[in-house]
């Protein structure tokens, strides 16, 4: 009698190497291409080297004369100011993690914020920074919910912990404070005020009429208050996020004053740090690329309304951003650069 079909050997069982792969979407195809290609990962690591060297050549008047006024400064108080900038770096990184829960690697966020920084610079209103963040968490497996709600907490946080540092420090040195003329005028303070509750209502507006972005919109606040409200039951992340928030002002306050110091500019600490925290503050809210441009000019007028000459409050300025803009953009390019070779970012 024949053995039936089924009496005869059993076909080895599929592996899971054998499962056919899925299927090469357009987007996954792209996706594959950019990341994989070796000549695309060359161009983005060199991309940051091409910005920086374009920039130099824009803003070369402005290194230059930086360079000459800082020559003649005293050294020491030099080496103090970069000093302070290396410090902020690490008071943005403790930042960074506290308004996160989940544990990064210390030394790849350092150099994050390193790179970060270099590109705060480039683009205005933080986007750089905030850009190189997002990038950072996500290839650490955050999702982008999570993300972007760590950076609206770390933003806020910043601007709340500097609004207290330079209330503190007018407290501590009553006599820090600048002449009545240079605060703003009541008018100033209501246009600023009128112009904040537009922009409040503009965006309630738009959340109420465009019904497509009320869902994410709903859903980012959400996320956000849930992550703040976990964040702040944990002393390991809401002391080094208030902490961080807190330094990083203060610390670039303190880079400022180095320069004056050096230059001998005739004010005392206090009001250097004064001036440097009040004129940032006035002045931060326009968007331009780390805040060179509209915080220069309203240290100079602080510092001249100080009584300091005029040349020398430029010359404080100009050390200051020579400090904190230049000196820290090759490593900050350089990280970056690493970061993407590495595919950190």
Not at 31 to 57: D, E, F, I, Q, T
Not at 174 to 181: D, G
Not at 229 to 236: I, N
Not at 307 to 323: F, H, S
Request: charged share 15%.
């Amino acid at each position: 009698m024949p053995p039936l079909p089924l009496d005869g050997p059993a076909s080895p069982l599929p592996r899971a190497d054998d499962r056919p792969p899925p299927p090469v979407t357009p987007a996954r195809r792209s996706a594959a291409r950019a990341s994989g290609s070796p000549g695309g990962r060359r161009v983005l690591v060199l991309l940051p080297l091409l910005m920086l060297g374009g920039w130099a050549a824009l803003d070369r008047h402005s290194l230059r004369e930086g360079a000459a006024r800082l020559a003649a400064a005293d050294p020491w108080w030099l080496l103090a100011g970069c000093l302070f900038t290396g410090l902020g770096w690490i008071a943005a990184a403790c930042a960074r993690q506290g308004a996160i829960a989940d544990r990064l690697p210390k030394g790849l966020l350092l150099a994050s914020q390193i790179a970060a920084g270099a590109a705060n610079n480039l683009l205005p209103a933080g986007i750089g920074a905030h850009a190189v963040t997002v990038r950072f968490l996500q290839r650490r497996g955050v999702p982008l919910p999570r993300a972007t709600a760590s950076i609206a907490l770390y933003s806020l946080v910043r601007a709340v912990a500097k609004m207290s540092v330079l209330l503190v420090l007018l407290l501590a040195a009553p006599a820090a404070a600048p002449p009545v003329e240079l605060l703003p005028e009541g008018r100033t303070m209501l246009t600023a005020a009128a112009g904040a509750v537009l922009i409040l209502a503009a965006a309630a507006a738009l959340l109420v009429l465009l019904r497509p972005l009320r869902r994410p919109a709903v859903d980012f606040v959400r996320t956000a208050l849930t992550d703040a409200r976990r964040l702040h039951s944990r002393p390991a992340r809401f002391l080094p996020l208030w902490g961080g928030a807190a330094a990083a002002p203060l610390l670039q306050a303190c880079v400022l004053a180095s320069v004056g110091t050096a230059l001998d500019v005739p004010l005392t600490w206090p009001q250097l740090l004064f001036a440097f925290l009040a004129a940032s503050t006035a002045a931060g809210a326009v968007p331009a690329p780390g805040g060179i441009g509209p915080v220069d000019a309203a240290l100079v007028l602080t510092l001249a309304g100080y009584g300091a000459p005029l040349p020398l409050a430029t010359a404080t300025v100009i050390g200051y951003r020579v400090l904190t803009v230049w000196l820290p953009v090759p490593p900050g390019m350089l990280a970056l650069s690493a970061l993407l070779q590495r595919e950190a970012l």
